[in-house]
T-cell receptor, first 110, second 114 residues
């Protein structure tokens, strides 16, 4: 069975500090990995996906198949990064049938 | 371009009743997925509809059923409501067949079962 684990419910950092939100997954195959974000009072939206290899809003995530991880990183946190972040996976070609983790609330303090 | 819209936004039902939730997909999208998000949890995949047929289902009992209409809008029906069905129900639409397709989420329907 596929599973996504986000070990931290809450991560609190100071503005300008580096951020790393952890995500580990289990899946027998090659999944597609995603990070979704939900800002206060807004709907869930895609932040980035591993196949795009993009940096979005300064965030990057590298898929490590050996460690089955897809950690989200940003070198310098901004106040506007405060939000709920969900890691998710979908089977390759799975058409967005997403398995989500429990989420990490990121709080960036001034 | 119209985003994903869900109705109603809030709903209170009694245990044992039936409920229907509605979702209008984003313009141009042909696939709708439904998720249940309990308090403090991530969204859980219920099922997906493509071309008016169920195209994958998560670990939910048969009393959770759905429909997709020719205009790609969708309904989620839940029969014999239980207290544990209280959750935020999310709908997401996407375009199957497109490269690197993205799922766009609605704002959700908050269902409370009493």
């Amino acid at each position: 069975a596929q599973r996504v684990t986000q070990p931290e419910k809450l991560l609190s950092v100071f503005k300008g500090a580096p951020v790393e939100l952890k995500c580990n997954y289990s899946y027998s195959g090659s999944p597609e990995l995603f990070w979704y974000v939900q800002y206060s009072r807004q709907r869930l939206q895609l932040l980035l996906r591993h196949i795009s290899r993009e940096s979005i809003k300064g965030f990057t995530a590298d898929l490590n198949k050996g460690e089955t991880s897809f950690h989200l990183k940003k070198p310098f946190a901004q106040e506007e990064d405060s939000a709920m972040y969900y890691c998710a996976l979908s089977p390759t070609g799975g058409g967005n049938k997403l398995t989500f983790g429990t989420g990490t609330q990121l709080k960036v303090e001034l | 371009e119209t985003g994903v819209t869900q109705s109603p936004t809030h709903l209170i039902k009694t245990r044992g009743q039936q409920v229907t939730l509605r979702c209008s997909s984003q313009s141009g999208h042909n696939t709708v997925s439904w998720y249940q998000q309990a308090l403090g949890q991530g969204p859980q995949f219920i099922f997906q509809y493509y071309r008016e047929e169920e195209n994958g289902r998560g670990n939910f009992p048969p009393r959770f059923s759905g429909l997709q209409f020719p205009n790609y809008s969708s309904e989620l029906n839940v029969n014999a409501l239980e207290l544990d069905d209280s959750a935020l129900y999310l709908c997401a639409s996407s375009l199957r067949g497109a490269r690197n397709t993205e799922a766009f989420f609605g704002q959700g329907t908050r269902l409370t079962v009493v």
